[in-house]
């Protein structure tokens, strides 16, 4: 029934397009055609501009195809991550030349998207376990969200209808079986962090969680391809440049052990993860610089260096793969290929595929000015791992989807750690959990939050608030992974860091959705949510770990809070220390 229904759909848009076709006084009607294969989803990073997202599949050939959407299939498109299986329908487009610029290449116009789960399965939810010592609770599903009118909160986020299911119509066999991954596989219990004993004893009802995901990966291994195209030996292609950097430079930037007293790409990986996810000389390389000429076909596409659109970085990629390959260098060794482009026309920081799941080769792309620069490769490498952008409101009230400075999926190009949302997304951190609905109105509860820069087990994910997406709160200091950040991230000293606070809708290790920094307190300051009168308060800091409040508002103090030791306005003083209390305390009866 599904199928027949499928092949009437195609067959109607088939006549619809062609009737288009020939009011418009085409010659031959434009045939709708489905390809089958695996989505590609590819960010493309700028430095001071918005990034862009492209959309592309690997067809079962192998091909790459750039694909492009609009109106409803671009709604359907949206709801697609890097690995789903799918099939789509539409038309080739060829793109007439314009006067002065390269000719674009063809792509695939899509008018219908159908889709199934990513190749490595049904991803796991967040695990749960009570700090009382309860068994083991599966986190509970949550439907999306309504975005919050509130200027403070991030700007609407459309949810997209999702890719229908696959029909059962013809296409590709599924992956052969295989033992899964080690990034697929839960943390062992000794990387388990024990409960804070520091917590003071609540109400079982509102006793917080401990909070944790599957474990991304735990060996990143990757092959770092620095690339120049060159006319002759010594002599760049026409539109490019020799490289800026040289490969020793490269591996300096790359590898801890070459560089153990500065940033690289290993050290952020390994001290924000805590040793737990690790870049090394063992499991990773730096290949030889791959010369390759000025144009080129590979897998029946032609490419060039005196342009960079999706066939030409593509084309680059696949040319330096067989390049490698026929010197014999086994590219199956790792999974992340980060190729490493000359400058040319490619104005980009970087470019790489959202989400990777080992079912085919994760590609980076590095553009020419950062081939030396940590931050800008771990972020690119960030989105392999599943990882979106960290944004934030700006200043003049428009969301921007770089500007969470606290994280390394905002803005290149500083040396820190992701944001406490994503340690938690990837599995590097252990976060209390609370349902801020459980809070009850004027009451105080008090946290101790360890620093993320020196414990697996910190920051605090607060669920149930106006059906709004939960709240983390993420304590930073300098130290670890964060020694470098500046005062605004991790504070001004050793000893006084700064409490974030973020928004995220994030599900589980593989849920590509970005985060929304809500603002930061210092020590004895405080940060209110804007629609759940919840207020969090920094009480005190240390190098190590913060002690932070979470009270509910109740409205103005009465005679009767004041009474019962109630903080119904959440200003952290009760009874005679409140000045509203002592108001209402010392106000005559009336009749007396």
């Known amino acids: 029934m ?81 690995g789903m299986r799918i099939q789509v329908a539409g038309r080739w487009m060829h793109p007439e030349a314009t006067p002065g610029k390269p000719k674009e290449p063809p792509f695939f116009m899509i008018v219908d998207v159908n889709a199934s789960e990513n190749a490595a399965g049904t991803a796991p939810q967040p695990t749960v376990r009570s700090l009382l010592g309860g068994v083991a609770r599966a986190a509970a599903s949550r439907a999306p969200s309504p975005p919050h009118p509130r200027p403070r909160l991030p700007p609407p986020r459309p949810r997209p209808p999702q890719p229908r299911p696959l029909p059962p119509s013809p296409r590709p066999p599924p992956p052969s079986p295989r033992p899964p991954p080690p990034f697929l596989q839960p943390p062992p219990p000794s990387l ?79 001290r924000c993860s805590y040793g737990i996810t690790k870049l090394t000389t063992s499991n990773s390389l730096v290949a030889p610089l791959v010369n390759l000429p000025c144009n080129g076909t590979n897998n029946g596409v032609n490419w060039t260096f005196s342009k960079c659109d999706f066939d030409d970085f593509n084309g680059y990629a696949d040319a330096a793969d067989e390049a490698l390959r026929q010197k014999g260098v086994n590219l199956d060794a790792y999974k992340h290929r980060v190729y490493l482009l000359p400058p040319s026309s490619c104005g980009f920081v970087g470019l790489g595929y959202v989400g990777c799941d080992g079912s085919f080769d994760c590609r980076v792309w590095i553009g020419a000015d950062f081939w030396a620069t940590p931050a800008a490769i771990v972020h690119e490498l960030g989105h392999n791992l599943y990882l979106a952008h960290a944004g934030a409101m700006t200043s003049a009230g428009v969301y921007d989807e770089y500007a969470d400075m606290s994280g390394t999926m905002g803005y290149c190009c500083a040396d820190r750690c992701p944001n406490t949302p994503h340690a938690w997304q990837l599995g590097w951190i252990t976060a209390q959990q609370i349902n801020g609905s459980a809070i009850k109105p004027g009451q105080t509860l008090t946290f101790n939050i360890n620093s993320q820069a020196v414990s697996r087990q910190t920051g605090l994910r607060i669920t149930g608030l106006d059906g709004s997406d939960p709240l983390f709160v993420g304590y930073r200091t300098k130290a670890g992974g964060d020694t470098p950040a500046p005062a605004d991230i991790a504070g001004a000293s050793i000893s006084a860091g700064r409490l974030h606070l973020y928004t995220a809708a994030i599900a589980n290790t593989f849920d590509p959705k970005p985060t929304s920094w809500m603002g930061s307190v210092s020590n004895g300051s405080a940060w209110e949510h804007p629609t759940a009168g919840l207020v969090v308060r920094l009480r005190s800091v240390s190098s190590t770990s913060a002690v932070v409040t979470l009270c509910r508002k109740a409205g103005p103090e009465t005679l009767a809070s004041c009474r019962a030791g109630l903080d119904n306005d959440c200003n952290s003083l009760v009874a005679d220390k409140d000045a509203a209390c002592l108001k209402l305390i010392r106000r005559p009866i009336r009749g007396l």
């Open 2 to 82: 599904r199928c027949a229904a499928w092949l009437g759909v195609s067959r109607a848009l088939t006549l619809l397009l062609a009737v288009h076709a020939v009011q418009a006084g085409k010659r031959e009607p434009l045939q709708v055609e489905t390809l089958h294969g695996t989505a590609l989803v590819y960010s493309l990073d700028f430095k001071g501009k918005e990034p862009q997202r492209l959309l592309g599949i690997r067809t079962t050939s192998g091909h790459r195809v750039q694909l492009r959407a609009a109106g409803p299939a671009a709604a359907q498109s949206a709801g697609l991550a890097t």
């Open 192 to 270: 388990q962090p024990p409960p804070p004993s520091s917590l003071a004893p609540l109400p079982y009802s509102l006793a917080p969680l401990l909070s944790f995901n599957e474990l991304v990966s735990q060996d990143v291994k990757a092959i770092f391809i620095p690339i120049a195209g060159v006319a002759s030996p010594g002599v760049a292609c026409p539109g490019t440049t020799l490289p800026l950097t040289t490969v020793a430079a490269v591996k300096k930037a790359v590898f801890e052990e070459l560089s153990p007293r500065g940033v690289t790409v290993g050290s952020t990986l390994n």
